[in-house]
């Protein structure tokens, strides 16, 4: 016996009988909903999947030098965004093929993608904005993307596009400054482009003028991949060039770039601060990494529900000059007094 008493009897419960016809009737129906449910919850559970958002992630360079991923996905775990988790990414890589783009724009807009971002210069940006008139896309440029016709206005781009813009090209005569600054005794200085960027004949015609100003001669290579760029190197040094102004080149291909101005002793300036601190010698620009966290951001506010028509395109707040004093030292090189207190940071 169990504790607290007699066992009690359990009286089977009454039978249905032919005039509880109701009674069965309710049955039926409850193995019914039970059944539907079966059907039902698998479907719900789809449909809560395809809730995540997804991101289309356009680039026009390669996995394997891709720009600052980790900060573009802090830039969305600001917004509450972390992949893997509430959120997926399709990525597709263009390998420096720019005319691959359009199809892998169309590509991600056939999946459905709820915003597009288009990665690696005006390329990208067109090719996504060739895609779709109504996806939202954010998009990071070196140039004025009002002149290039990609947005209305910085403060209302209008239409499903918005982004950064670095005006990265109006900053490349300075750097001619600056490098002549730097090496006044060079008298041939070389402009490393990539003949592919829309940015480029623009550059060109702007450093030559600055150059014929500055009274240097101006020896322009063109270069738009890893091969290119050891054949201009070679280029370079075969006519006996004091200096070399990067412009136009993807920041991914920066650690090529400084291995080979270390390897040639060519002093060199970028527009990326982390060339600077990989060994190059000068850099004057925006920093890449706090770009790219400020348009993970800019997604995330998307897929918040923000819209790209109200929705400012950015400009990096101020440029950072840079100075390594170490590769100087071993270029034989005396930083003037006049770049060390314009610089933001010295490496020493």
């Excluded at 600052?68 to 420096?96: C, H, M």
Aim: net charge neutral.
């Amino acid at each position: 016996m169990l504790p607290g008493g007699p066992r009690r009897r359990i009286e089977p419960a009454a039978r249905s009988t032919p005039d509880a016809d109701g009674g069965r009737t309710r049955r039926r129906d409850f193995l019914s909903l039970i059944g539907a449910g079966a059907f039902v919850l698998p479907r719900a559970l789809h449909a809560q999947q395809k809730a995540m958002p997804v991101i289309g992630f356009l680039s026009a360079t390669s996995s394997g030098r891709a720009a600052p991923l980790a900060a573009f996905r802090k830039g969305l775990s600001d917004t509450g965004y972390v992949e893997g988790q509430n959120l997926a990414i399709e990525y597709r890589w263009a390998e420096d093929h720019y005319e691959r783009l359009p199809a892998l724009a169309a590509d991600l807009v056939g999946r459905k993608v709820d915003v597009i971002f288009a990665s690696g210069g005006d390329v990208s940006a067109f090719a996504a904005k060739g895609a779709t008139s109504t996806i939202p896309i954010v998009f990071t440029v070196a140039g004025d993307p009002v002149e290039r016709g990609l947005v209305a206005s910085l403060a209302r781009p209008g239409g499903n596009l918005t982004g950064v813009t670095g005006f990265a090209s109006e900053l490349v005569p300075k750097r001619l400054e600056l490098l002549s600054e730097l090496v006044p005794q060079a008298r041939v200085v070389a402009l490393l482009v990539n003949p592919n960027s829309p940015n480029a004949e623009r550059v060109m015609r702007d450093v030559q003028e600055a150059a014929r100003v500055k009274g240097v001669q101006l020896l322009v290579l063109k270069a738009g991949s890893e091969t290119e760029i050891d054949a201009a190197f070679a280029t370079l040094v075969q006519q006996h060039t004091g200096a070399l102004l990067v412009a136009t080149l993807a920041s991914s291909w920066r650690e090529q770039l400084v291995a080979l101005a270390s390897l040639h002793a060519v002093p060199a300036i970028y527009p990326w601060r982390e060339a600077t601190e990989a060994g190059g010698l000068i850099s004057c620009g925006s920093s890449i990494a706090a770009v790219y966290r400020l348009l993970g951001t800019y997604v995330g506010k998307i897929l918040n529900g923000a819209t790209p028509a109200d929705l400012p395109v950015q400009q990096p707040a101020t440029f950072e000059l840079v100075v390594n004093l170490k590769t100087a030292k071993a270029l034989g090189l005396a930083v003037p007094p006049s770049i060390l207190a314009r610089a933001d940071e010295v490496i020493e």
